[in-house]
């Protein structure tokens, strides 16, 4: 029974290492992303808004497969492991839709401006941009 509950505060320890990391992480990086957006006067946002976004969820999903490192595979060494495949497996997931999300961006980009998105020209067009 000792045992047991030594297992468990070590599942849990691990946990939240990896969800403090995972917070902290995201915190640092919607700052950094909050800063950017509403200085420059917006001019480092065009760039970093789809990238930043990317980089949000590559964290998070560094915590999950952390989290589910620790809890599944209760030994240290196979955690590195685990959480370096699922990072590539997290990152090609999110890429795989990557170009659909950016349709989805730019439609709500053009939206906002009132103009329309010309994907051949790869430039606005219409009302405030031409």
Avoid at 10 to 21: D, E, I, N, P, Y
Avoid at 51 to 68: D, M, R
Avoid at 103 to 109: P, S, W
Wanted: proline content about 2%; aromatic content about 20%.
């Amino acid at each position: 029974m000792h045992d047991v509950l030594r297992w468990m505060a070590w599942v849990m320890r691990g946990s939240l290492k990896a969800v403090g990391f995972c917070v902290g992480m995201g915190l640092l990086l919607f700052l950094f992303i909050y800063v950017s957006f509403f200085s420059f006067f917006g001019l480092v946002s065009l760039v970093i808004d789809f990238h930043a976004l990317l980089f949000i969820w590559l964290i998070l999903g560094f915590g999950l497969v952390w989290s589910l490192g620790e809890v599944l595979f209760c030994f240290r060494r196979a955690n590195l492991l685990i959480f370096i495949f699922g990072a590539v497996v997290w990152h090609a997931a999110l890429l795989l839709p990557s170009p659909i999300y950016m349709y989805v961006i730019e439609a709500d980009r053009c939206m906002d401006f009132g103009s329309a998105w010309d994907f051949e020209r790869n430039a606005y067009v219409g009302a405030f941009r031409d």
